[in-house]
C-alpha cells in the first residue's frame, strides 16, 4: 500500500512539475536544472527546507542578473523518498526538459537510483544527501555536498577517543544511512583504541526502541553512538532516559535538527552530535568570509519562512552554487563535458557546510576542521567541551 | 550480538515491559480494524490515517489553538471520531452494497487524502507532545515503566471494557455482533444496518486516534505514521483473528510481545522477521486467527 500511495503521489508530483512557458527571446532562454527532491515520504522534513532554499536562491540569482545575462530556472521533482520514483524524475528531467544539470537527491538511495540515467545523459548531479557511497563508488559525473560518513565518523571517533572512552555500543537505523554510518563506525574503532560491546538496529518506523536500549545498558559501554537522522532519534533519546541510562549519547550530523531537541525535551540535555558550523556561525569569528555567508543566509531564510534554516537547507544552498558558480564562469554555449570539468575545479568555495575543494579524485570536497561537536543545553545548541 | 549477552530477570521484564506497551497500541489500532470488518467484511486501509489523526489533532489543538492538554486530547478523539463517521457518510455509505473490495479500495484512496491533507495541515515534520503526567519512569523490580506506559494500559483497558460492555450490554452492540453473524438476516430482523456501519467508522476511527494520541508524548507524530502503524495493527488483527475484538487484543499483545522477545534473545536485525514469520505460520496453520473462537465455529 506504501508503494501505491507514494506512486500517487509521485504522479501527482509529476503533474505539479514546473511547465512554465517562457516567451523571452532565445537568447534570454533560462539554464535548467533540474532538481530531484523529497517533499513527501519519510525524508519529507528534510526535502522541504531544500526546496525552500532552491526556490529562494533562484528568485535572489534571476533578480541580481541570472547567469551572464540568462536566467536560470529549476524544475523540482518530488521523488516520494523513493528510489524507482526518483529514477523516474531524473529521466524526465533530462529527457524531457533537458536540464543541464541536476541538484538531487535528498536521500543517499534515491541518489544511486539516479546514477544510471545521469552516466547516460553524461550531466553532472550534485547531491545533497550524506551516504559516503555516493562518492566512495566513484563516478565522475557524481559530486557531493554534506559532509560524508568518512569524514564525520573519524572526527566523531577522535573527539570520543579524547574523552578516554573504550567501549562504545552502537545503535542505528536499518535504512541507508544508519547502515552506511555503522559500516565507516566499525571499519574506524579500532583505529581510535575502542571496541564494540553492543551492536542494535532498528527499523525506520519504528516506534519504540525500549528492548534496544536495555540490551545496550546490559552491555554497560562507555558511550553510544547512535547513527541515524529522522524522528527515531529522539525516541531513542527518550527510551533512554526512561531506562535511566546514565551513559552519554553521541549522535551524527543527522541529528541537527530542532525538531530532535523539541520532540526529546529532556531527555536531550547532554546529547552530542557533529555538524558544521552553520548552526553557531559565529564559531567562524565574526569578522569571516565564512561567517558572513553563513549569517545572510540563515538571516534570509529565517526572514523568509520564519525559522532558521536547517542543516539540510544549507546542503541545497552548496548543491546550487556549486553548479551555478560553474555555469558563471563558462562561455554561452558550453557543453555538459565542460559544465562537469567547472565543477571538478571548484576551489575554496565557501558554503554553508564549509569550504569546498573538489579535485579529480574528491567529489565531496569538506574536511573534518569543517565540523564542530554541538551539545543540547537548555534545549539549545551550544559547542561542546 | 544477541545471543552471546545473559539475559537477566529484570532485562526479561523489561522486554516484556515493552512488548506490553507496543502491543496495546498495536491492539488500538487492530480494534478499528476488526470492527470495521465485522460490519462491512472489508479492511479499512485508513485505520493507520485515524491514528495518525488521533496525535495531530491533539497537537494541533494544543499549540495550535492553545487548549489544555486534556481538553485537546478529548477534542482530538471527538474530531477524529467524527472523521470516522463523515468518511462513511461520504466514501463508503453511497458505494456500500458493491462488495469489500471496492470498499477496500475506497479506504487506500481516503488513507492517501486524509495523509496528504495531513501533509498540507501540519507540515512534513514530526511533532511533539507532552506526556500526560511527568515524572521519572517507575521501578519495577528492577525494569522500568514509563508513566505514559501506565497511561497506555490504562486507556487500552478501558476502551476494550466499554467496547465489551457496549457489544454484551446494549441494544446498538447486540445489533451489531448481528451484522457481524450475517447482515442480510439482521436487515431482515429489522436493524438498521447502515446506522451500524456508520458507528463501526466511528468508533474504529475514535479508537485509532486513541491510539495515536496517547503514544505520540512517547514518538511524537507526523503526517506519514499511519501506513507502517497501520500494517502492524492489521497484522495484529489477523493474528488474533479478525471480527472478534478481544482476539484483536490478543493479537495485537502477541505481536507487541514477539518483536521485544525477538530484539531481547536474539538480534534486533530480525525482530521484524520473525514477526512475519510467525504471522505466515498462523495463517496456514490457523487461518482463522490465534484467538479467534467465533469464526472458528463458522468454519
Known amino acids: 500500500m506504501a508503494l501505491a500511495l507514494m506512486l500517487t503521489l509521485a504522479m501527482v508530483g509529476c503533474q505539479q512539475g514546473g511547465e512554465e512557458t517562457t516567451d523571452l527571446k532565445p537568447t534570454e532562454e533560462p539554464i535548467k536544472i533540474g532538481a530531484v527532491v523529497s517533499l513527501t515520504g519519510p525524508y519529507a522534513g528534510l526535502g522541504g527546507p531544500e526546496k525552500n532554499v532552491i526556490d529562494m536562491e533562484v528568485a535572489k540569482i534571476n533578480a541580481e542578473g541570472g547567469i551572464n545575462g540568462r536566467p536560470i530556472e529549476v524544475l523540482i521533482e518530488d521523488d516520494g523518498t523513493d528510489e524507482k520514483k526518483a529514477q523516474a524524475a531524473t529521466a524526465k528531467l533530462i529527457d524531457k526538459e533537458k536540464v543541464v544539470a541536476l541538484i538531487g537527491a535528498t536521500g543517499t538511495g534515491q541518489t544511486m537510483a539516479m546514477r544510471g540515467d545521469v552516466d547516460k545523459a553524461g550531466i553532472p548531479q550534485v547531491s545533497m544527501a550524506g551516504g559516503t557511497v555516493i562518492t566512495q563508488q566513484f563516478d565522475k559525473l557524481v559530486f557531493q555536498t554534506p559532509w560524508s560518513n568518512t569524514i564525520v565518523v573519524p572526527y566523531t571517533l577522535k573527539y570520543l577517543q579524547g574523552k578516554g572512552y573504550k567501549k562504545v555500543a552502537l545503535i542505528a537505523d536499518d535504512g541507508g544511512f544508519g547502515k552506511d554510518g555503522i559500516a565507516v563506525l566499525k571499519a574506524n574503532l579500532a583505529k581510535y583504541g575502542m571496541t564494540a560491546v553492543a551492536e542494535e538496529s532498528f527499523k525506520p518506523e519504528d516506534t519504540d526502541m525500549t528492548a534496544q536500549m536495555t540490551k545496550i545498558k546490559n552491555a554497560k559501554p562507555d558511550v553510544i553512538i547512535m547513527w541515524t537522522a529522522g524522528a527515531n532519534s529522539a525516541v531513542v533519546l527518550k527510551n533512554a532516559e526512561q531506562l535511566k541510562i546514565d551513559i552519554p549519547i553521541v549522535g551524527s550530523h543527522g541529528n541537527a535538527r530542532m525538531e530532535l531537541v523539541k520532540g526529546a525535551g529532556a531527555a536531550a540535555e547532554g546529547f552530542r552530535f557533529p555538524a558544521g558550523k552553520i548552526l553557531l556561525p559565529d564559531e567562524y569569528g565574526t569578522d569571516s568570509e565564512e561567517y558572513k555567508v553563513a549569517k545572510s543566509f540563515v538571516d534570509e531564510y529565517t526572514k523568509k519562512y520564519g525559522e532558521a534554516p536547517s542543516t539540510f537547507a544549507g546542503h541545497a544552498y552548496d548543491a546550487l552554487y556549486i553548479i551555478v558558480d560553474a555555469l558563471k564562469k563558462l562561455p554561452a554555449d558550453f557543453t555538459s563535458a565542460q559544465l562537469r570539468d567547472e565543477i571538478e575545479k571548484t576551489k575554496d568555495f565557501i558554503g554553508i557546510g564549509g569550504t569546498f575543494n573538489y579535485s579529480p579524485t574528491d567529489h565531496n570536497g569538506l574536511k573534518e576542521s569543517d565540523l564542530v561537536m554541538y551539545e543540547v543545553k537548555g534545549g539549545k545548541w551550544v559547542i561542546a567541551k | ?299
Open chain 2, 1 to 299: 550480538m544477541g545471543v552471546d549477552a545473559e539475559v537477566t530477570g529484570s532485562e526479561l521484564l523489561q522486554f516484556i515491559i515493552a512488548g506490553l506497551k507496543n502491543g496495546s497500541i498495536y491492539a488500538l489500532v487492530a480494534l478499528g480494524f476488526t470492527i470495521v470488518y465485522a460490519s462491512t467484511k472489508a479492511i479499512n486501509f485508513a485505520q493507520g490515517e485515524f491514528y495518525m489523526f488521533g496525535g495531530m489533532f491533539a497537537v494541533f489543538f494544543l499549540s495550535g489553538l492553545g487548549m489544555p492538554l486534556a481538553l485537546a486530547a478529548l477534542v482530538s478523539v471527538i474530531t477524529v471520531t467524527a472523521v470516522g463517521l463523515g468518511f462513511d457518510r461520504v466514501a463508503i455509505r453511497p458505494r456500500r452494497d458493491a462488495g469489500p473490495l471496492t470498499l477496500i479500495i475506497i479506504t487506500i484512496g481516503g488513507s492517501m487524502v486524509f495523509q496528504s491533507f495531513a501533509r498540507h495541515a501540519f507540515g512534513p515534520d514530526e511533532r511533539p507532545l507532552p506526556v500526560f503526567t511527568a515524572g521519572p519512569s517507575i521501578d519495577f523490580f528492577g525494569a522500568a515503566i514509563e508513566r505514559q506506559t501506565l497511561w497506555i494500559w490504562a486507556l487500552t483497558a478501558v476502551a476494550v471494557v466499554a467496547l465489551t460492555i457496549l457489544y454484551t450490554r446494549t441494544k446498538l452492540g447486540r445489533a451489531m455482533r448481528a451484522c457481524m453473524e450475517n447482515r442480510e438476516a439482521a436487515r431482515l430482523m429489522g436493524i438498521d444496518t447502515n446506522r451500524v456501519v456508520t458507528i463501526s467508522f466511528g468508533l474504529a476511527a475514535g479508537l485509532g486516534a486513541l491510539g495515536g494520541l496517547v503514544v505520540t508524548p512517547l514518538t511524537q507524530t507526523a503526517f506519514n505514521v499511519g501506513p507502517s502503524m497501520g500494517v502492524k495493527g492489521f497484522a495484529a488483527a489477523i493474528l488474533g483473528g479478525l471480527g472478534n475484538p478481544l482476539a484483536a487484543v490478543a493479537g495485537g499483545i502477541t505481536l507487541g510481545l514477539l518483536e521485544s522477545l525477538s530484539i531481547g534473545f536474539l538480534s534486533s536485525t530480525y525482530k521484524d522477521v520473525i514477526a512475519l514469520a510467525v504471522l505466515l505460520a498462523v495463517l496456514v496453520l490457523r487461518p482463522e486467527g490465534l484467538f479467534s473462537r467465533a469464526s472458528r465455529e463458522k468454519m
